[in-house]
Every structure is written in structure tokens, then in C-alpha cells.
């Protein structure tokens, strides 16, 4: 396992894009997940700006068959899927982060919650 120290408080998109991106070229890994992965750090630091706060914690860990992404927030409040109601804008991010993730998991706490994606790593045939 190999991945980012922890980074905290006024985390930018921008910022969480660049280690994450250092972190999987040092793992040397290729070009079309490093645009899922770049996807899912966006949309999670992302909501966590502009629905809680700000990132509280991020980590990017190159695991044996998967990308995992933490993002932490102040709020236990969950993310929501779009649609109901219909006039409430949003959700499609969380949406398109479940579609490039195997799995997410959320744990909440009394501090807030963490959001993992974890992304799988294609098999190289």
C-alpha cells in the first residue's frame, strides 16, 4: 500500500487533483484511470466545499487492485442520489462517482463523515 500524507483544512479541487495525480504516477498508472480517479477526487473535494465546509482530510492509497480515495468533511450529512424532488439541483456528481467506483462506503462520526471510492485497477491481460 502507498499513498499521500494526509492533507487537511482549505483543500482546492485543484490541489487534490495534484497529489492524487503524483501519487498514481509514482505507481505508474495508466492514463484512462487516472482520469476516473481525478473524476471522483474532484466531485468528492468538490461537495465537501460547497455542501460542508471544506475538506476536513484527504488521502489518495494505491492499493494492490484498486485506487482508494478519502475525503473528509465536517458534516454527517449524507450525499444524495438525484432525482426526488425534481426541483432540487445537484446529486448527479455522487451519482458518477458510484458509477466509476467499485464501492463507496461512507462512515459517519460525530466530527463528520469520510467518503471512500475505491477504483478499480483494470488487469493488465
Known amino acids: 500500500m502507498s499513498g499521500t500524507p494526509r492533507r487537511t483544512a482549505g483543500l482546492r479541487c485543484e490541489d487534490a487533483r495534484l497529489i492524487a495525480r503524483d501519487v498514481l504516477a509514482a505507481h505508474g498508472v495508466a492514463e484512462r484511470l487516472?482520469?476516473?480517479?481525478?473524476?471522483?477526487?474532484?466531485?468528492?473535494?468538490?461537495n465537501a466545499v460547497r455542501?460542508?465546509?471544506?475538506?476536513?482530510?484527504?488521502?489518495?492509497?494505491?492499493?494492490?487492485?484498486c485506487v482508494a480515495v478519502d475525503v473528509s468533511d465536517a458534516t454527517s450529512q449524507c450525499p444524495r442520489m438525484p432525482g426526488t424532488p425534481v426541483e432540487v439541483p445537484g446529486g448527479f456528481g455522487w451519482l458518477l462517482v458510484n458509477r466509476i467506483a467499485d464501492r463507496t462506503e461512507?462512515?459517519?462520526?460525530?466530527?463528520?463523515?469520510?467518503?471512500?471510492?475505491?477504483i478499480p485497477i483494470p488487469s493488465v491481460t
Open 34 to 46: 487516472v482520469d476516473d480517479v481525478l473524476l471522483v477526487v474532484s466531485e468528492l473535494v468538490s
Open 51 to 65: 455542501h460542508a465546509g471544506g475538506v476536513t482530510d484527504f488521502h489518495v492509497r494505491h492499493l494492490r487492485d
Open 106 to 118: 461512507i462512515r459517519c462520526g460525530l466530527g463528520g463523515k469520510t467518503i471512500t471510492a475505491l
